[in-house]
């Protein structure tokens, strides 16, 4: 059966002492209410706080994620930080291909598809996203953009390594808008990615990996989304940064 997990990305945001109070009240709420035992939940913090937050988190079933890595081991890349370097810090997780990576630094489904391979070898598990602009979306070519960043980016994977992912749908015009995707649209996509990977590898893989929804996911809206079949949590942007919202977004399954 395929994990059920709750993940809220921090982005660029926070200071050190907002971070720990952040991660502390969710600690207290988390313990106080019985996270159940078929939820994870996931904190990508910024890079400077992984040590930290790993440190401070003494619950099971909750992790730290990294929100990049760089394709290689080690070595003269001045500013990048290592999938190893992750682990090293008791992270499980790495987030890889987030909208804002390909937007803002370029970032290809190549050089994406050279990231989950060194994640993996690392030991951490990808969080691997994808996702269409609304131009896609009008252009009625979502469904192609979605395929080709798998195909491209995850489909190279052998099949004991790509049951170590979990995938994130996050449509890049409801990331940060307050423009939710509805559920009919989040599941349809949903549903397609768990076709292409029936396809691509087997019914057994494609039904046990888990696929979350990014895009203004929020305490009001999480329940509906998460009723559906296909949808097996969020990536949470926004309303991660606030304790309340994320600890009732957990409680929304
Ligand atoms: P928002 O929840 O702020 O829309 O961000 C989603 C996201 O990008 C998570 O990775």
């Known amino acids: 059966m395929r994990k059920r997990i709750v993940a809220g990305n921090w982005k660029m945001n926070k200071t050190f002492e907002e971070a720990i109070d952040l991660v502390s009240e969710q600690i207290i709420a988390f313990r106080n209410d019985k996270l159940p035992k078929d ?10 706080f992984l040590k ?17 890595c760089y394709i ?3 070595g003269a890349f001045t500013g990048e930080v290592s999938a190893s370097m992750i682990r090293s810090s008791g992270a499980g997780y790495v987030i890889i291909g987030h909208s ?6 370029n970032e290809s489904n190549e050089f994406l598809a050279k990231k989950v391979v060194i994640a993996l070898k690392a030991g951490l598990i990808p969080i691997f996203c994808c996702g269409e602009t609304l131009k896609d979306r009008k252009n009625e070519n979502h469904f192609n953009i979605v395929k080709l960043q798998l195909e491209e980016s995850i489909f190279h994977l052998s099949e004991s390594d790509f049951q ?6 996050e449509p890049v015009w409801a990331i940060g808008t307050g423009i939710t995707a509805t559920p009919a649209q989040a599941q349809e996509m949903h549903a397609y990615i768990r076709k292409l990977i029936t396809d691509k590898y087997n019914h ?9 929804y990014g895009g203004s996911c929020n305490a009001k809206n999480a329940k509906e989304l998460f009723a559906n079949p296909d949808i097996d949590g969020g990536l949470i942007g926004g309303a991660s940064l606030i304790a309340q919202d994320f600890v009732s977004i957990v409680n929304a399954f």
């Open 39 to 48: 939820i994870e939940v996931i904190f990508a913090p910024p890079f400077p």
């Open 100 to 105: 804002e990576r390909r937007m803002y630094f």
């Open 204 to 212: 057994k893989v494609a039904d046990n990996i888990s696929i979350l």
């Open 72 to 74: 290689e081991e080690k």
């Open 164 to 169: 170590k992912i979990v995938i994130a749908y």
């Open 52 to 68: 930290t937050v790993s440190v401070l988190i003494d619950i099971p079933h909750v992790h730290v994620a990294a929100q990049n």
